[in-house]
């Protein structure tokens, strides 16, 4: 997925986003195989087991059986037909995820080759935020920034200042 490129803006302020609300001895589950952004997160002192690339549509073994404290979830949801069922799930109190927004301008990602790789919704953030409150989540931060691409065009011309991703910070409501 990174062979030729490497999200150094997204995982910039992903990495100063988690670090404002998440401790390092704090034990992370981050939903998803190993990734760059996982070690990155290693690397920075933090505690992360990742699930192990079962569906989280259908199997939620790793979140039911983790003791982690919070969840992250970066650039997930978005692949998931029903990512309600998964985040109604999550026992831990605290997570940290980001998704991208949908674009007015652009269709949503869908590998040809990579069923894994496609993107079943793309939301808007009001979208997000509902999702995240029917799951029992009450959001306390949340960040928007742009993704420019290094090409010539409208579409790139539009990504320069519209927001391609979003992120929250939320903890769980009590009695969930």
């Known amino acids: 997925m990174y062979e030729n490129t490497f999200p150094n803006k997204r995982f910039k302020y ?76 999550i026992k831990a109190d605290k997570l940290v995820a980001s998704v991208p927004l ?26 997000f935020n509902w999702l995240l409150e029917k799951s029992g989540w009450e959001i306390k931060a949340t960040k928007k920034w742009s993704h420019p691409v290094n090409k010539i065009g409208i579409r790139p011309i539009l990504r320069m200042f519209t927001h391609r991703y979003y992120m929250v910070y939320a903890t769980r409501k009590p009695n969930n």
């Open 14 to 89: 992903t990495l100063e986003f988690l670090k404002k609300h998440v401790k390092p001895n704090e034990n992370i589950l981050d939903l998803g195989v190993a990734n760059p952004f996982s070690k990155i997160m290693l690397k920075e002192g933090y505690k992360v087991e990742n699930t192990k690339g079962e569906d989280l549509d259908l199997d939620f073994s790793s979140v039911l059986n983790s003791e982690a404290e919070v969840v992250t979830a970066f650039e997930i949801f978005e692949h998931l037909l029903a990512p309600l069922n998964v985040l109604s799930k």
């Open 102 to 127: 949908k674009l007015w301008f652009s269709p949503a990602y869908r590998s040809k080759t990579d069923p894994w790789d496609r993107h079943y919704h793309e939301f808007e953030d009001w979208q």
